[in-house]
């Protein structure tokens, strides 16, 4: 029964923390405002997003690409293949 306990007390312990995560993203995300991410390379547009975007973040496109962002101007974001 003891086992029980602590495995509910782990799973509700890991699941507001979950939640208290994804209430943390939804503050940082203003309403209107969009991040538009460029190949540094070709100035090819590669994502807009909602989120927030700064120097150092990383993403992934469709065909399986990792791409650094280097630089931010505004809401433009310039993106290094890697």
């Not at 890991?14 to 309403?31: C, G, K, S, V, Y």
């Amino acid at each position: 029964m003891k086992r029980c306990g602590l495995l509910a007390f782990y799973w509700l312990f890991f699941h507001f923390l979950a939640l208290a995560n994804a209430e943390t993203i939804h503050q940082d995300h203003q309403p209107g405002v969009y991040y538009t991410i460029v190949d540094s390379a070709t100035n090819n547009v590669l994502l807009e997003t909602g989120l927030e975007t700064t120097v150092g973040d990383e993403f992934i496109t469709e065909d399986n690409k990792l791409y650094h962002i280097s630089r931010l101007v505004g809401y433009l974001a310039y993106a290094d293949y890697v």
